[in-house]
């Protein structure tokens, strides 16, 4: 079945450093990807999301390109803040009974230092 | 403001001791999904909703039920709750349609349950 993979944390780095975060997928068809980040005690938001093949998502900074040919998704900034400190699920979209329906990674923690 | 909560955020209750998490959502979505978090799991479908009294199971659903009596409103029920179920619980929604990328969805906070 369907499935996304992530890299294991936490991440741990200085503010100002650079964020890779990978994510990998395996689906059928041709998803939705998405990238949702959850701050301390908070719900999750949808921080940035592609719909097809090479296309970019980006918000706050943060940039995840949709590559089919390596089935990734990977989450970069280019540099980082404390504020971004928070856990990070990569997602997709999966047809299933009619709608859709997010299966997500299991998260990759992320700690940012001053 | 447009939001979806839960009620209540932390719950420690025993085994077997009956428990309901509300969840209400003001936007007038159709979808309403619940979820839970488990360390190294991700989240994972218990139980989803297309609409008012359209109920069915996600990944998950041993020992949950779900009611969807009104379109804002979409209860999680543990009959009779085990140590097992003690996880973080979110609470999701979406408007079917409406120009969003399908998968967008908008999440409560979360619930901690204990069960003890």
């Known amino acids: 079945g369907d499935s996304v993979t992530q890299m294991e944390g936490p991440v741990t780095l200085s503010e100002e450093a650079f964020l890779t975060i990978n994510c990998t997928y395996t689906?059928?068809?041709?998803?939705?990807l998405f990238w949702y980040v959850q701050y301390p005690g908070e719900g999750l938001q949808l921080l940035l999301k592609?719909?097809?093949?090479?296309d970019k998502g980006s918000n706050k900074g943060f940039e995840a390109t949709y590559r089919k040919e390596t089935t990734s998704f990977h989450l970069e900034k280019g540099s980082v803040q404390v504020s971004d400190s928070a856990v990070y699920f990569c997602?997709?979209?999966?047809?299933?009974?009619?709608?859709?329906?997010?299966?997500f990674g299991a998260g990759t923690r992320l700690a940012v230092h001053p | 403001e447009a939001q979806v909560t839960q009620n209540p955020r932390y719950l420690i209750t025993v085994t077997g001791k009956k428990l309901t998490v509300t969840c209400s959502q003001n936007?007038?979505?159709?979808?309403m999904s619940w979820y839970r978090q488990d360390p190294g799991l991700g989240l994972r479908q218990i139980y989803y909703?297309?609409?008012?009294?359209?109920?069915d199971k996600g990944d998950v659903p041993e020992g949950y039920k779900v009611s969807r009596k009104e379109k804002r409103n979409f209860p999680l029920i543990l009959e009779s709750p085990s140590p097992n179920q003690t996880s973080l619980y979110f609470c999701?929604?979406?408007?079917?349609?409406?120009?969003?990328?399908?998968?967008?969805?908008?999440f409560g906070p979360g619930t901690r349950l204990t069960v003890l």
């Open positions: 999701a929604s979406s408007p079917l349609g409406g120009g969003l990328p399908p998968g967008t969805q908008y």
């Open positions: 689906a059928t068809g041709y998803p939705s």
């Open positions: 592609a719909t097809k093949a090479d």
């Open positions: 997602a997709l979209t999966h047809l299933s009974g009619g709608y859709n329906k997010l299966i």
């Open positions: 936007m007038n979505h159709e979808y």
């Open positions: 909703s297309m609409n008012v009294e359209v109920t």
